[in-house]
């Protein structure tokens, strides 16, 4: 189902492990683009709206942009 839930998994050699759900949009997600450091990502989604994630205080936490 499309549901707009970004899934954040840690890349390990033993074997992938999701480590945070965020529920980013209210429709499909339809782009993702991370930033060099790993510490902040853009989403866009069909919803008209593009979030800016940055960590903070160990919680992501987004800017909303009306596309």
């Given at each position: 189902?499309?549901?707009?839930?970004?899934?954040?998994?840690?890349?390990?050699?033993?074997?992938?492990?999701?480590?945070?759900?965020?529920?980013?949009?209210?429709?499909?997600?339809?782009?993702?683009?991370?930033?060099?450091?790993?510490?902040?990502?853009?989403?866009?989604?069909?919803?008209?709206?593009?979030?800016l994630?940055?960590?903070?205080?160990?919680?992501?936490?987004?800017?909303?942009?009306?596309?």
């Amino acid at each position: 189902k499309i549901n707009g839930t970004i899934v954040i998994f840690l890349i390990n050699e033993n074997k992938p492990e999701r480590i945070r759900e965020i529920k980013a949009h209210n429709d499909e997600i339809t782009s993702l683009c991370f930033a060099n450091h790993s510490l902040s990502f853009l989403s866009g989604s069909r919803d008209g709206f593009m979030k800016l994630w940055f960590i903070q205080d160990k919680t992501w936490v987004s800017t909303l942009f009306e596309l």
